[in-house]
Each structure stands twice: as structure tokens, then as C-alpha cells.
């Protein structure tokens, strides 16, 4: 896939930011200002590690190893992080109360939420986070407590910038993601917490340069919503992944240029490539019908049907329109899972 720098308000180099030990941007939250037990809390949030293939279709982009965070979610050792840090993993490693190493399995990774669950293969002495059924109150301006693994060192008091549709270029669409400020600088799978329950909001899944919204420069991250997660809880156990039809997957990356939606990047041996999409491709329509930014276009892909659904792109490439037909693809299939469920 063609590099790529920037899309859609995310830095795709900064996917998976370095996990430190320095001062955060921010006023670190106090255990006298909440109800509830603000350190236990905390704890809930651990480290995770994973080791992917070099053979792995993610990882000339996310790499072979990644780190991040995961949230105890079950006293039974499942942990709730952002899929990207396990798709394709074959080795994941989480830790426990006193910080020893402690081995995890895959158990289920949606690409529509983007949530990822592990299990720990056992107890981590620690009580876990409950999920909120309180975040469609959540609101522009409100306070919000952000947390990485680290306890009180890499907590942070922080607020709602916006709740908002988010399109990503990996053929990814939220309807009312959350934003936050200001940016903490180990977002990937950390948890975004109610500071009036110590219940979980979300889970963090990028930096964003306008949270805010609009042209207003104001750096921040991006939540994936956890009421997003409850329907599928038991699929992605059980299955791992939601019994739902799939939608369709082109494997391509775009992004909005200049008023067009340019293709970035396809996936090797994709079904975008090996229809002939290529990067640097201008998409007009889909199924004859006029596309008008990212959002709009994935919609009309997924309004054709489920996955090995043919659809037309009409394209523009150079000064030559051409027009396209691509049997998508079950982006679940392309990628190597380890089957452990």
C-alpha cells in the first residue's frame, strides 16, 4: 500500500503512539474529587503487548509489534482494547496488579467498532471496569477523565470537545464518535471514564488534530463509544466476531482532496487491486450514483448489499474516466486471525 501521511484528520504514523513515562498535557485528576475509588479504577487499565507476523497484512502499516492499553472488563480476565493492537496477533501480553507478565489470547476483533477483546490466561488480581449504559448523555463540554495504564501518573482530567460522525480512510464510519481534549499522548485503547461513576465511556482509538471540529486547529482524541459494544458483546466471545452479514470491503484507503475523494492506497492482493483501482484514482460515483465526501461514499458501498456484492465505481484517472467493477471482499477473511476461539 502506497505511504501515506495524513487522512481524514488522523495521522496514520501516529496509529500507535510511544508509551512513556512523561508529564501529561493536563491537570491529572485528584481521588478526593470523585465518589468512587479512583485508584481501583485506574488499575483497571493495563498494558498490553502484541506480536504480529511479518507475513501479516497489517503489519508493513501498524508493524510487528505494538503496545497499548486494555481495560478489565470481567472478572473472568477479558479485556477490552482497540482492534488494531491484536489484529493478527499470534502473541499478546498483558500484566497484572504487581506488573508481571501475563499471557492473553485473541478472542474477538470487529472492524466496524473497531473494538478488540483478550482474555488474560489468568486472574490479574484486579477488579474490573463496568461499562457505562449512560454514554448517550455524554455532551459537548463535559468532563471526562482519560486514562493510560500507569495509574495516577497517566491519568488526566480532560472534556467532550464534540460528539460527531467520524469517517476514517480504512473504509471505517462512526455515526456519533467521541472527541476529546486535551490530546493524551498514549491514546490506543484508553479508557475513557464517567467521573461520576467511575464507569467506562470508551475506548481510545486516535489522535485527531481537530477535535473541536471545523478548521480549529485544537489536537485531541478520538473515543470509540462502549454503547457500541453491548450488542456485539456476546458475538465477538462467542464467534469472535458479530454474527451480522458483513458489509462490503474494497480494501482501499481514501481520503477527501481538494474537494475529491482520492484513492491513497489499496490493499495488496485486495479486491480494489485486483479489479485494477489504482492510488492516485479520483471516485466520482458508486452504482452510477454521485458520491459527496468519505461518509457518503462508504454509505452507498454498504447500501449494495452484503460482502461478494459487485459494485461499480465510476473513476477518473489522469484525464481518462473509466469505470470499475469490484467484487468486494469480507475484510474478516483477508486478514491472517489466529483461530483461538
Known sequence: MSDIERANGHRVSGVLPSLGSGPLPAT???PKDYSFDLSA????VRPIRSAVPADGHTAATLGTEREGNAVLIDSDGLLLTIGYLIVEATDVIVSDRKGMPVPAQVVGYDHETGFGLVRAARSLDIEPLTISTDVASLETGDEIVI???GGLDQAMRGRVAARREFA??????????IFTVPLHPHWSGAALIDPQTGHLFGTGSLFVQEALGGDEQAPGNMFVPIDLLTPILDDLITLGRPARKP?????MHTTEAMGHLLVAGVHPDGPAENAGVEPGDIIQRVDGRQVRGLSDLYRKMWSAGESGTEIRLAIVRGMEALEIVVRSGDRHRYLKLPQQH
Do not use: K, M, T
Open 28 to 30: 491529572r485528576p485528584h
Open 41 to 44: 479504577v485506574l488499575d483497571a
Open 147 to 149: 486514562a493510560a495504564q
Open 168 to 177: 476514517g480512510s480504512w473504509e471505517y464510519l462512526l455515526n456519533a464518535a
Open 247 to 251: 458489509r462490503p470491503w474494497l480494501g
